[in-house]
């Protein structure tokens, strides 16, 4: 799903209500730290025809042009989401680009949400994390508890270290929502007793304020995958339930 435009929407998000999407990278083309097996953008070598950023100034005035048509046209907009064809952090001005953001929904959707969908490869950059924790929805991914298992589903850019992510994560102090990708395939399960196990030992330690569990939606790149239901995910994920955390559940 490339997007053609840097500012598109509002688009029904099954976790967000009414979003407003930002992309930070290239309108053609896609660019990430992850190369997910499971990304409905595909794999990062087919999104290379356009490498373009679009700078801060660009982004605020596409950001305001639609704001203001959107209030003239009374369009409801629960969410202002930076998500796109990739990971949005890897923006150069992204810090300048969330103050310039968090300026005009106050001045037009003041009840609105500035969400920030990441996968967290760059949350230790100090820039980076204080941006994130300037938003109202840092939503930050981790999908699995070992670096091996990262490798096979995320497929990470060279230098990847999930200890790295979990102590930069530990900063915010459960100040952010946790993002986590169920499925199986033939190499690996989530619902496995070693993956699993090991993913909740992480949720304790980080203690999320909410976590969005979710699976497979759209067609992937990778075959052979396989999503799990809403009910099954939330039989696996009970014992957190039970433990009180907060867990947003969309099959």
Request: charged share 25%.
């Amino acid at each position: 799903m490339i997007r053609e435009e840097t500012v598109f929407g509002p688009i029904h998000s099954r976790r967000l209500g009414s979003s407003l999407g930002i992309n930070l990278l290239p309108r053609r083309g896609k660019i990430c730290t992850f190369d997910c097996i499971y990304c409905e953008c595909g794999w990062n070598k087919d999104g290379r025809d356009d490498q373009v950023l679009p700078t801060a100034a660009q982004v605020r005035s596409a950001l305001e042009d639609k704001l203001a048509a959107c209030m003239l046209e009374g369009t409801p907009i629960d969410s202002i989401t930076f998500s796109g064809d990739g990971e949005p952090t890897l923006n150069p001005e992204f810090p300048r680009i969330i103050d310039d953001t968090l300026h005009l929904r106050d001045a037009y959707y003041p009840g609105a949400k500035v969400s920030v969908l990441s996968n967290a490869t760059r949350v230790h950059v100090p820039e980076i994390a204080a941006a994130l924790k300037r938003v109202d929805n840092p939503i930050l991914k981790i999908d699995a508890p070992t670096d091996a298992l990262i490798a096979r589903i995320d497929r990470p850019a060279p230098g990847y270290r999930l200890e790295r992510v979990l102590e930069a994560l530990r900063g915010f102090h459960g100040d952010f929502i946790l993002q986590t990708m169920f499925l199986r395939s033939p190499d690996f399960d989530s619902a496995s007793p070693e993956v699993l196990d090991g993913w909740m030992d992480i949720v304790r330690d980080l203690r999320p304020r909410k976590i969005m569990v979710y699976t497979i939606d759209r067609p992937t790149p990778a075959q052979g995958l396989e999503k799990y239901t809403a009910a099954q995910m939330r039989a696996l994920v009970q014992p957190l339930i039970d433990e009180g955390f907060q867990i947003d559940i969309r099959g």
